[in-house]
């Protein structure tokens, strides 16, 4: 165990709502073509907004939730798949925009797409557990609709606009909060089913063979589900085991909404019970790194997920990477 703990949690969300009805109309797809095939009736989507912007309002809610400001943050991690631009990294970005000093704070990003917050939860947690740094804030910021393919839109109508945080410092003394077990894993024969191939040096933007299908997002959303529903039963055995818990031990799991499907495999297969498992998918659509703390900041903030409750944070990401996190919240 690790004796940290996430002391806040913030989130921001465009205005902007966009419906499931409306990108039927969009897309040519028949009315409740995109609920029944995701699960999704609405979702926001960005229109003036910038992901470092997002970000920065997302982490003083965080601060603000946990009593700090953010000339106490000296580690600052940016977790989503894509950076606002290619240099700096975009957590560089969230320390100007939200007036942290300069020099005070430490910054880099971290991409494990979808599970990019929680790859950043793990790192930021040994970290202020080892005593590097005293308070971290993990933020993740996803602004996705330039780069969904209308050509799939299985895919295209699935994706929202969202960014979520949390502050993590060590855990005063007497109190329960911890981080129990993490656990990942990457199955690279998945690599190819999740990809935008455009946008690095392989695809440059500068190259005139670069064409814009390459920059746009593409799934093999059937060959993933069920790879991962393979995979990730035997993954879930194994963390179960290192972290010596039982499932009905566990008081909420907060997965990444990848789809309804997706969420709906937890209680189906894997032996949840319906009532653990945190979902706000219908509303809000897969928002990829920032999925999950989105769920578990709207969780906490309406008071279903409450201190010293064994929470799960499970999900999976392109690569196919598997990953889980566990906490006494």
């Given at each position: ?14 205005e902007?709502?966009?419906?499931s ?84 704070s ?29 308070a ?115 008081d ?5 909404q ?72």
């Amino acid at each position: 165990m690790l004796a940290v703990k996430i002391a806040g949690l913030g989130a921001y969300l465009p205005e902007r709502i966009v419906t499931s009805a409306e990108l039927e109309a969009e897309l040519g797809l028949a009315p409740g073509w995109v609920a029944r095939a995701t699960g999704v009736l609405e979702r926001r989507r960005a229109t003036h907004e910038t992901a470092a912007g997002m970000a920065a309002i997302a982490g003083r809610r965080a601060l603000a939730s946990a009593g700090m400001d953010p000339g106490e943050l000296d580690l600052i991690i940016a977790a989503s798949s894509a950076p606002q631009q290619a240099i700096p990294c975009t957590a560089a970005l969230v320390q100007r925009e939200l007036g942290a000093p300069d020099g005070m704070s430490a910054c880099f990003d971290v991409n494990a797409t979808c599970l990019s917050f929680l790859a950043a939860l793990q790192s930021a947690a040994h970290l202020v557990a080892a005593g590097s740094y005293r308070a971290a804030l993990v933020v993740s910021s996803e602004i996705v609709g330039r780069s969904l393919n209308p050509q799939e839109p299985e895919s295209a109508v699935l994706f929202g606009d969202a960014a979520a945080a949390a502050v993590v410092v060590r855990t005063p003394e007497g109190e329960p909060s911890r981080v129990v077990w993490e656990q990942f894993a990457t199955f690279s024969s998945g690599a190819d089913l999740t990809t935008i191939r455009g946008g690095g040096t392989l695809h440059h933007p500068n190259d005139p063979a670069t064409t814009p299908e390459l920059n746009m997002f593409q799934m093999s959303g059937t060959a993933i589900y069920k790879q991962a529903a393979r995979r990730a039963g035997p993954f879930l055995e194994r963390f179960l085991a290192r972290a010596s818990w039982e499932r009905e031990q566990i008081d909420w799991v907060v997965p990444h909404q990848a789809s309804g499907h997706a969420v709906a495999i937890l209680n189906e297969r894997f032996g949840f019970r319906a009532e653990q498992v945190v979902s706000n998918l219908a509303v809000r659509g897969n928002c990829v790194a920032a999925s999950i703390p989105l769920a578990l900041t709207e969780a906490v903030t309406v008071g279903r997920i409450t201190r010293g409750q064994r929470v799960l944070l499970i999900g999976t990401g392109a690569g196919l990477t598997i990953g889980a996190v566990g906490l006494i919240f």
